[in-house]
T-cell receptor, first 115, second 116 residues
Framework: EAGVAQSPRYKIIEKRQSVAFWCNPI?????LYWYQQILGQGPKLLIQ????????DSQLPKDRFSAERLKGVDSTLKIQPAKLEDSAVYLC?????????????FGPGTRLTVL | AQTVTQSQPEMSVQEAETVTLSCTYD???????LFWYKQPPSRQMILVIR??????QNATENRFSVNFQKAAKSFSLKISDSQLGDAAMYFC?????????????FGTGTRLKVLA
């Protein structure tokens, strides 16, 4: 079965520019997660979707970050405008449903560098 | 607030030997789940093993096992018969139960080097 797909794999932008990341979860997976992993740290959950509804976005900086999951499949995470501290790897993960025992499958991530 | 602490930034182990990675956490919840994830260099993060807090028996997956001490809030990972492919970053993670405030928290990771 195909894994979680993310694009682009790498992105370099200037501060104050906008950027968008795309994630295609495993087919049939209802739950989708976006994480931010800053160098030297563990992943931090930004937002969790159940189908196309938001379950938790308590750690999403809503003044500059936004995410959507149209039709409950693909998802896009946007940063507008970007700051230097947004430099990180952005990981997308999916699971079949949101049961606590469900395994999360991670994508390869998008490495963002903000100059 | 829940926290997850991995106090060993880096560990080394000789091939075929055993190594233990440490993780402590803090929570006021009685029901939760703990996980160990492996992140190989430039590769996807994968789940290694998980432990339900209400289960006293330590989880085991082939060469990987945990030592779960609920009262001490300790959750260590033991890798037996270490292999070169075990070299990776290992993250300990805590997940709160679905009811109440949702939390999914990762530690800062331990880089494991396997020496041939």
């Amino acid at each position: 079965e195909a894994g979680v797909a993310q694009s682009p794999r790498y992105k370099i932008i200037e501060k104050r520019q906008s950027v968008a990341f795309w994630c295609n979860p495993i087919s049939g997976h209802a739950t989708l997660y976006w994480y931010q992993q800053i160098l030297g740290q563990g992943p931090k959950l930004l937002i969790q979707f159940q189908n196309n509804g938001v379950v938790d976005d308590s750690q999403l900086p809503k003044d500059r970050f936004s995410a959507e999951r149209l039709k409950g499949v693909d998802s896009t995470l946007k940063i507008q405008p970007a700051k230097l501290e947004d430099s990180a790897v952005y990981l997308c993960a999916s699971s079949l449903v949101a049961r606590i025992t469900d395994t999360q499958y991670f994508g390869p991530g998008t490495r963002l560098t903000v100059l | 607030a829940q926290t997850v602490t991995q106090s060993q930034p880096e560990m080394s182990v000789q091939e075929a030997e055993t190594v233990t990675l440490s993780c402590t956490y803090d929570t006021s919840e009685s029901d939760y789940y703990l996980f160990w994830y492996k992140q190989p260099p430039s590769r996807q993060m994968i789940l290694v093993i998980r432990q339900e807090a209400y289960k006293q028996q330590n989880a085991t997956e082939n060469r990987f096992s945990v030592n779960f001490q609920k009262a001490a809030k300790s959750f260590s990972l033991k890798i037996s018969d270490s292999q070169l492919g075990d070299a990776a970053m290992y993250f300990c993670a805590y997940r709160s139960p679905p009811s109440g405030t949702y939390k999914y928290i990762f530690g800062t990771g331990t880089r494991l080097k396997v020496l041939a």
